[in-house]
Nanobody
Framework: QVQFVESGGNLVQPGGSLRLSCVVS????????MEWLRQAPGKQREWVAT???????NYADSVKGRFAISRDNTKNTVYLEMNNLKPEDTAVYYC???????WGQGTQVTVSS
């Protein structure tokens, strides 16, 4: 069974940085496209970033230049490095395999002064 365990969320001031981690079990991250999504209060879940199995990356315009998705195949873990955080980045963040029915519990990121 595929499982995602996200961590690393926290309360951070605007302009700050965080690194989110997602430990994956049941599949190899190296063999799959991996993505991060987020859901802010009262809003629909939105796509943030994707890293394909061949290593290409794509980002939502709202995070381009500030966020970076990466993976560590030896740890079967996906990361989201977030810099220059803004209040509008406040959300629960989820890692995911495109099209999968499985979801983790997410990790809360709050950007506030």
């Amino acid at each position: 069974q595929v499982q995602f365990v996200e961590s690393g969320g926290n309360l951070v001031q605007p302009g700050g940085s965080l690194r989110l981690s997602c430990v994956v079990s049941g599949i190899w991250v190296s063999n799959n496209d991996m993505e991060w999504l987020r859901q802010a209060p009262g809003k629909q879940r939105e796509w943030v970033a994707t890293r394909t199995r061949i290593g290409t990356t794509n980002y939502a315009d709202s995070v381009k230049g500030r966020f970076a998705i990466s993976r560590d195949n030896t740890k079967n873990t996906v990361y989201l490095e977030m810099n220059n955080l803004k209040p509008e980045d406040t959300a629960v963040y989820y890692c995911h395999i495109p099209g999968s029915i499985h979801w983790g519990q997410g990790t809360q990121v709050t950007v506030s002064s």
